[in-house]
């Protein structure tokens, strides 16, 4: 396929622009004289030391678009997305909280609808939070704890040079209409299905297979894997031909879209075929995707043809990593 469209899109994307000024929150509120503080910066949970485990603590919001235009997904998804911020951590979610803000009693009651589905769905309660019923603005937030052993972490910023991209992603389901860039893979599916899927993040944790991992959020497969790679310090090659894909979907629109389960992997290239076939064990698809390299670049390739999507010597995405240091 041809390289320029894509690297185009995915560059240009609110997904990953959004993301842009990430490093300069993190100047102003730095955690490294904190020793308790394990991970934080540039992962998908922080890691507090906690005995032999650590707590890990997330937070997500949803845009207020998506709040007005429909209210029971932006519940929905409100949990979907935190619990799949711990399980890429190789942890076990646990419980949450949610801050709700609205004076249009519709509005919440569909919100509340989708928290409920959402903790059914994925067996994690919500224990409490606080509600504002006086703004003048519609919004969902939801802040998670979960829990992993300290020997099972997995980081965002620890792949190493030689290892194995594997993408893994449940191809069966479907773009709701009020969000047309997330592949939910949930709704529709049986709860213990999807708890299991969760879950083999916990087994693939316990095993010790992999170096580094992030869920496929808002930036997509490719940019996701671009802000593992700028937090390792590291680059990496890419065949966009190996990567999965439902049929008769958009590669362009898929490369962009958020995935109800999907996970980027790094791995030793002994361990890709162990961690493919767990995943697909719970019906999810993988594949060896691309190796890490010593960096500094992100590139694509198509056949005979490759172009560089990201310089980290001159890119950002967070700018959380070695490189911005």
Known sequence: MELKPLIDAIRTFPGITRKNSIHEIVKLLPTTSFVNVAASEGEDAAAIEFGDHYILFAADGIMESLVRNDPFLAGYYAVLVNVNDIAAMGGKPLAMVDVMSSKDDKICSQILKGMEAAVKKFNVPIVGGHTHPDCQYQAIDISIIGSVPKTDLIRSDSAKEGDDIVFVIDLDGFYPSSIPYAWDTTMRKDDSIVQEQMAMMCKVASEGLVHSAKDMSNPGCIGTLGMLLESSGKGG?????????????????????????????????????????????VGCAGAIVGKVNEGPRLTLRSGDMEETLFDFTDDIITGCGPYRR
């Open 237 to 281: 090659v890419v065949d966009v031909d190996l990567i999965p894909v439902p049929e008769g979907v958009d590669f362009i629109h898929w490369c962009l879209s958020y995935q109800g389960c999907g996970f980027v992997f790094v791995c030793p290239p002994e361990n890709s075929a162990r961690v493919i076939e767990h995943f697909e064990a």
